[in-house]
């Protein structure tokens, strides 16, 4: 018999890796809460892929930066996987779910250099996307190729001639066992005894889980397999290549997109820029002036914080369109024209900043009348995000080398890992109970539908106000659930401090 090539031991053994790490995620996962299992379900899965692209890495790099950009992902994906063992929020545990996905994708095509695309083109992520979630299909025959081929190479008519040998030993040796063991039980109790305690042994193994333990460990190692083949094996092609050559002189065709006359663009915009300028001044005092007392004549306090809430952060959204639009749909033409068009997108982004910075100071007094949650909370950070975006643009505008799509992923990711790291139910809690503590009102009934991040602020309200109604009742029912996942693949920090 022919030993197999070096190139088929090696993914044979990655088949086994993967078929391990299959059975040791089902563990982490099936009737458990995620916790720290997380941690040490994405570190198999890296040691399954390291392993897998030995001798892979290296090599030509199309577009400078692509491998240091892979390794720098791991800050954000171990930030995001250490979330699931320290917080409870459920709103992130289930995002980041997706986020991790989308990150680890990404990652492993830079380090794989399986995609012709740099990182911060659209391209990338569409194509990284179709590696992750389309291609692993088309390779779902590989593993049993594999394991058939290994069967071919061991089936001589030897070893099927041995284990027929063995089968017919087990037939024969099954009746005479039945008496062996009847005549041993009837001799000794203490071996009937244990003979008793077999069928005790078997209730602890459910059928129905059996069989969703070996579903799930099956088709994460078949994924973890045919994608992490589908890396070593796809071919990606440069459409770029392909294309037939713009016309000399012809920008619009040379780029691929619609451009716009840059008077026409420069009408549409001094025009949209007359209003917002109007609009600030007429209404500045009104705008920042609600704090101090200053209210529009007839507004009620609540009424003002709602309303034309949304209304700004529409507007802020319809002249960020404006923005990417001006800053990509406008034929360059004159100098004068372009001055024109930077001037107006810079004032553009100056007005958007005033509606953004309206917007939050009109949520500021609408949770100062109403209380604090989640959301309004996540819409501050919205907020926040938007202007450190349209500062990025900006500066976009008047240097042109900026590349805005590089900050704008660079940004987004670490706008992201912040929020899971800025424990949004404590500091809901803990804003709250300030909030109790100035005017006397609170939300007991909102609280209880905190995650376990909120316990230790809610201990502490509790120590000052035991007679505060419900926050009893809130806190058991939050130890009550920390108890319940006692399993130790379920630890969070956050849960144990509950306990």
């Known amino acids: 018999m022919r030993d197999?090539?070096?190139?088929?031991?090696?993914?044979?053994?990655?088949?086994?890796?993967?078929?391990?790490?299959?059975?040791?995620?089902?563990?982490?996962?099936?009737?458990?809460?995620?916790?720290?299992?997380?941690?040490?379900?994405?570190?198999?899965?890296?040691?399954?892929?390291f392993y897998a692209i030995k001798g892979r890495m290296g090599g030509f790099e199309k577009w400078q930066g692509q491998m240091s950009s892979g390794w720098i992902l791991f800050i954000p994906i171990l930030l995001l996987t250490l979330t699931y063992a320290l917080f409870a929020n459920q709103l992130f545990r289930v995002l980041?779910?997706?986020?991790?996905?989308?990150?680890?994708?990404?990652?492993?095509?830079?380090?794989?250099?399986?995609?012709?695309?740099?990182?911060?083109?659209?391209?990338?992520?569409?194509?990284?996307?179709?590696?992750?979630?389309?291609?692993?299909?088309?390779?779902?025959t590989v593993p049993f190729s594999l394991f058939n081929n290994r069967l071919k190479a061991r089936g001589t008519g030897a070893t099927r001639s041995k284990l027929a040998k063995m089968l017919l030993g087990l037939v024969i040796a099954a009746p005479l066992l039945l008496v062996v063991i009847s005549l041993l039980a009837s001799a000794d109790e203490i071996f009937l005894s244990w003979l008793n305690e077999i069928p005790h042994v078997l209730d602890l193994f459910s059928f129905g889980d059996g069989i969703v333990r070996i579903g799930a460990a099956a088709i994460i190692a078949l994924y973890a397999f045919c994608y992490i083949w589908a890396l070593l094996f796809h071919k990606s092609t440069d459409n770029a290549k392909s294309l037939p050559a713009p016309a000399e002189g012809d920008s619009s065709k040379e780029s691929g997109r619609i451009e716009f006359d840059?008077?026409?663009a420069g009408t549409l915009l001094v025009s949209v820029n007359f209003v917002y300028v109007l609009f600030v001044v007429i209404q500045f005092s009104y705008l920042f002036g609600a704090a101090n007392g200053l209210l529009p004549q007839g507004a009620a306090y609540a009424e003002y914080a709602r309303r034309g809430f949304a209304e700004l952060i529409m507007v802020a959204l319809?002249?960020?369109g404006l923005l990417i639009c001006g800053l990509h749909m406008i034929r360059r033409t004159s100098k004068l024209a372009e001055w024109i068009r930077k001037l107006s997108l810079s004032l553009l982004i100056g007005c958007t900043i005033v509606m953004l910075i309206?917007?939050?100071?009109?949520?500021?007094?609408?949770?100062?009348?109403?209380?604090?949650?989640?959301?309004?909370?996540?819409v501050h950070g919205f907020m926040v995000f938007l202007g450190v975006l349209l500062i990025i643009a900006m500066l976009r505008i008047w240097k042109e080398s900026f590349s805005m799509a590089k900050a704008y992923i660079c940004i987004s990711i670490i706008a992201y890992v912040m929020m899971n790291y800025a424990n949004l139910d404590a500091r809901i809690a803990a804003q709250n109970m300030e909030r109790f503590e100035r005017t006397g009102a609170i939300d007991i009934a909102y609280l209880g539908v905190l995650s376990a991040d909120a316990a230790p602020t809610l201990l502490k309200l509790h120590a000052k106000h035991p007679n505060l109604d419900g926050l009893s009742e809130v806190i058991e029912e939050l130890r009550s659930e920390a108890r319940?996942?006692?399993?130790?693949?379920?630890?969070?920090?956050?849960?144990?401090?509950?306990?």
């Not at 089902?26 to 916790?35: D, H, S, W």
């Not at 990284?128 to 088309?138: D, E, T, W």
């Not at 319940?484 to 306990?499: F, G, I, L």
């Open 4 to 49: 197999p090539a070096p190139w088929q031991k090696r993914y044979e053994r990655m088949l086994v890796l993967a078929v391990l790490f299959g059975l040791v995620s089902q563990y982490l996962f099936v009737g458990a809460a995620a916790g720290i299992s997380v941690v040490l379900f994405v570190a198999g899965f890296y040691g399954l892929f």
């Open 318 to 320: 319809i002249n960020i």
């Open 358 to 378: 309206s917007a939050y100071s009109r949520l500021a007094l609408y949770e100062e009348a109403y209380g604090y949650t989640q959301t309004r909370l996540l």
């Open 262 to 264: 840059p008077i026409t």
């Open 96 to 140: 980041n779910v997706f986020a991790l996905f989308a990150l680890i994708i990404a990652q492993t095509v830079l380090l794989t250099r399986s995609s012709v695309q740099p990182w911060y083109r659209s391209k990338f992520y569409s194509e990284s996307m179709f590696l992750g979630i389309v291609k692993p299909f088309s390779y779902i």
């Open 484 to 499: 319940a996942r006692h399993k130790w693949q379920s630890w969070n920090w956050s849960e144990q401090r509950a306990k």
